[in-house]
């Protein structure tokens, strides 16, 4: 295997284990009540209160692709998130994001865009959230300032 081999494979390999470790946040999070889903309500919370932001997901499927008012209102958010340095990734499957941090009883009809907050008490540390500010600092090193994850199959 050549080293440009080596180089391509690398980042798929990071990116499958940041799709893994993006799962376990939205779920200890969605456990410990901090996730805040929904474009408007995800606002709300941004301008209410920045600092308790830690993490945003943005999420894009193909239905949504044209829609000019959500493209605006991803990159309002996007633009917040870059002042406020809050760490912020894309992903292209809404459906399974919303299985992820959506009740099963009720399906979720906006997870566009999903927010980890920090707890008024800050006692909740998740090493896979670590593990995600990291690539997203990796990834502005290479001027990839929203990187897309893929979250893993169920």
Same mark, same amino acid.
């Given at each position: 295997?050549?080293?440009?081999?080596?180089?391509?494979?690398?980042?798929?390999?990071?990116?499958?284990?940041? $799709?893994? /470790?993006?799962?376990?946040?939205? @779920?200890?999070?969605? =456990?410990? #009540?901090?996730?805040?889903? $929904?474009?408007?309500?995800?606002?709300?919370?941004?301008?209410?209160?920045?600092?308790?932001?830690? !993490?945003?997901?943005?999420?894009?499927?193909?239905?949504?692709?044209? =829609?000019?008012?959500?493209?605006? *209102? !991803?990159?309002?958010?996007?633009?917040?998130?870059? #002042?406020?340095?809050?760490?912020? @990734?894309? @992903?292209?499957?809404?459906?399974?994001?919303?299985?992820?941090? $959506?009740?099963?009883?009720?399906?979720?009809?906006?997870? *566009?865009?999903?927010?980890?907050?920090?707890? /008024? =008490? $800050?006692?909740? +540390? =998740?090493?896979?959230? +670590?593990?995600? *500010?990291? !690539?997203?600092?990796?990834?502005?090193?290479?001027? #990839?300032?929203?990187?897309?994850?893929?979250?893993? +199959?169920?």
């Amino acid at each position: 295997m050549t080293l440009e081999e080596v180089l391509i494979q690398k980042p798929a390999e990071r990116a499958q284990c940041t $799709g893994q /470790a993006l799962e376990e946040v939205l @779920v200890s999070a969605k =456990d410990n #009540d901090s996730l805040t889903v $929904g474009v408007y309500e995800c606002a709300k919370v941004m301008n209410l209160d920045p600092d308790s932001v830690s !993490f945003c997901v943005l999420a894009m499927d193909e239905e949504f692709q044209c =829609d000019i008012a959500l493209q605006i *209102h !991803f990159t309002l958010i996007q633009s917040f998130c870059f #002042d406020n340095d809050i760490s912020i @990734v894309r @992903v292209s499957d809404m459906q399974r994001l919303a299985e992820i941090v $959506g009740d099963k009883a009720e399906p979720l009809e906006d997870a *566009h865009c999903v927010l980890i907050t920090n707890p /008024a =008490d $800050g006692s909740w +540390e =998740d090493p896979a959230l +670590e593990k995600l *500010h990291l !690539f997203c600092e990796e990834s502005r090193r290479l001027n #990839d300032w929203v990187p897309e994850i893929s979250l893993p +199959e169920r």
